[in-house]
């Protein structure tokens, strides 16, 4: 059978734990969220986080995304090194270490960032003047979840003055990842908002959604003119659970190996906190699911032991079994390994480097 | 002062979030264990899954350390690379890729390696064949934690057999981890197996003991030759919590700078889940300790953001701010990253990679 022949060389030519991605539901997804996106005449800027890898960035260009979104400065100058040039970081970017930095990059792509305050905009000028190029900056606003972001549409007016203002620096747009109960709190932010910057004389160029729970919600806001989502491109328990994906839709798999089975009901996989992670996943049961034993619960780690429970599931792995692992939270797993094994019609076809992990700044 | 010249420079230099470490306290934790070990009469073995550093690992050996334990092969063959020879590998290694570079291993060094079911064993066995030179294998009992080990002296014994039969195996001896409440039975287990080993004519020549919550009971257990601890090299939050450390034991702080306040009790860390991890250190309150402001709280996460709760702290950071976190766990923290900054009076001396980090097999 394929599937043993596929496990069997994985665990032979690299070993387990290995991350193991399925091209053909990398397309499958890609293609998804395209289409979803050109149904609401909207523009689709995935989030690079959850794959950090060029390979896949361009896949995502190459079925339409008008530019990718980074989380890190280091993340934006694997991309732009790798040749793409329209790319948004998400993040305010504060510290001489990536004023510099910035600098760096702006002199080889017009890369757009973010700001939730004035002290990063200060940042961002002197990025400009050492670049002598003006540098595009979007106000990142928040509408409920309480993460990065201003919290009134006065705020966001108000440092959009500052950018007009300051030399070197450009006003682009504002930024929201609405909650999902959150869509009309985030209408009003944004109506309000728009209009001040009118006053101002400004024009928001993106007005810019988020998220892969979102998915059905891409368009919603009048005015909106991208969404970034990143977890869909592999998607994960987290997304399974909330309604967003289906097991088929789940494009990477963690292949383990059991390692131990000292007791009738536990059983011991080579995949603990340094490779499955320790994220909760949102509140779900144990640490991922395992295709070939769905009643199976990965109970607890140590760093190298994933620790199973097979008290409630009569069929049990041997010593020596491979099995394949969804986990709860698939961004953070691809941040713990430096490559990704990549699959197609099940076989391996090639190995993806994770060229944008590690990059610290 | 000093401090605030460091925070400057690690900002500038490298950026945040930046893994810092003081030489100063790791010589002060290393010498600390050393005499606690060789007060009781035992060898010492420290675990590098903590540090994953030949550099720090060739420090512990300096200062007296026998040599070292690894959780993984990978670990194993940059430590030999390296010019470590003593190792202990306290790991089941399965599969056919672990067994081919155990056998590429044990050309250039003696390593030990564990084993709790006979799988493992027959895997062992094809290695030193392929070497050409037998392979020394110790039993790892299980003594309450249900973790990896055999939980009976029986089957430990009957795994010796195996080792004593097998063409190319070498026993070594018996590897324990006690719960801190458990070492009346691991006495009872290690005195019973070891009965038992003599009969088949067998002397184990290490009994090993782990972890560093269990450094009050070095030498506790009657017959240890030697005892592997990880955590106390650089201590963290657990460590603290569990009464084996103070504040200025831990020796490792993660730099991170407040990149925005969107609200009055709140404000957001350039350090998330993938810095700090999402290890909740056995039940602490919040992602970590962060040592200029301890009445705020590190309360939830997102991949590159640590949400503060600043409620509770009448003093509270300002936008740039960078800030000192003891993490939860630090062993899962130093697998992040790919560089530790070493510090020694308050300078920055040298940059370590974490060389044995991302081994995945």
Chains 1, 2 share one sequence.
């Not at 395992?290 to 008290?311: K, N």
């Amino acid at each position: 059978m394929k599937l043993d022949l596929l496990k069997e060389r994985i665990s032979r030519e690299f070993g387990t734990p290995a991350v193991v991605i399925d091209l053909d539901r990398v397309d499958r997804n890609i293609g998804r969220i395209q289409a979803l996106c050109d149904a609401a005449g909207v523009g689709n800027r995935p989030h690079i986080k959850t794959h950090k890898s060029p390979v896949l960035a361009k896949m995502q260009i190459a079925a339409g995304a008008r530019g990718i979104t980074c989380q890190k400065l280091g993340e934006a100058e694997i991309m732009v090194n790798a040749g793409i040039e329209d790319i948004l970081v998400s993040y305010n970017l504060i510290g001489a270490a990536r004023s510099g930095r910035l600098a760096a990059l702006r002199r080889h792509a017009d890369v757009t960032i973010c700001a939730d305050n004035p002290v990063t905009l200060a940042a961002y000028a002197e990025a400009a003047a050492a670049a002598e190029a003006p540098i595009g900056v979007m106000i990142e606003c928040d509408t409920g979840r309480k993460r990065a972001g201003v919290e009134t549409p006065k705020e966001a007016i108000d440092l959009a003055r500052i950018v007009r203002d300051a030399e070197g620096l450009e006003f682009r747009g504002l930024l929201f990842y609405p909650t999902e109960s959150g869509w009309d709190a985030a209408q009003r932010f944004h109506d309000e908002a728009v209009a001040g910057l009118r006053t101002l004389g400004l024009e928001p160029g993106i007005i810019s959604t988020g998220g892969t729970p979102n998915l059905p919600n891409i368009g919603k806001l009048v005015g909106a003119t991208e969404h970034r989502a990143g977890t869909y491109i592999f998607n994960d328990r987290m997304m399974i659970a909330c309604g967003r994906a289906t097991e088929e839709d789940c494009a990477l798999h963690v292949f383990a190996t059991v390692v131990s089975r000292a007791g009738p009901e536990r059983g011991i996989l080579d995949s603990g906190s340094k490779t499955l992670t320790a994220d909760p996943g949102g509140g779900l049961d144990g640490f991922g699911h395992i295709l070939e034993y769905p009643q199976a619960r990965i109970g607890a780690f140590a760093e190298e032991h994933g620790f199973l429970d097979l008290s409630r599931t009569n069929e049990r792995p041997d010593v020596g079994e491979v099995v394949r692992i969804i986990p709860n939270h698939v961004c953070v797993v691809v941040n713990m390994v430096d490559q990704l094994i990549a699959v197609r019609g099940g076989d391996i076809v090639d190995v993806l480097p994770v060229a944008a992990r590690g990059r610290l700044v």
